[in-house]
């Protein structure tokens, strides 16, 4: 795959935050602890990085 297990666990972790932001009413910051992140400023920071806007704004524009 070329990618390291580390990296395919964020993917993946990121992946299941996107999708209970777009598919459930949880906080976001039970998002991200329901995703595996431990810790929420990791966690929105990851999750710009990846999808280029933070988890409230995913959550708002379904467009994205």
Not at 1 to 24: C, H, I
């Amino acid at each position: 795959l070329g990618r390291g297990f580390a990296d395919l666990l964020a993917e993946a972790r990121l992946v299941t935050a996107a999708t209970l932001l777009r598919g459930s009413a949880l906080p976001v910051l039970e998002v991200g602890q329901r995703a595996g992140f431990g810790d929420a400023s990791h966690f929105h920071a990851c999750f710009r990085k990846r999808f280029g806007c933070s988890p409230g704004a995913w959550r708002l524009n379904p467009g994205t």
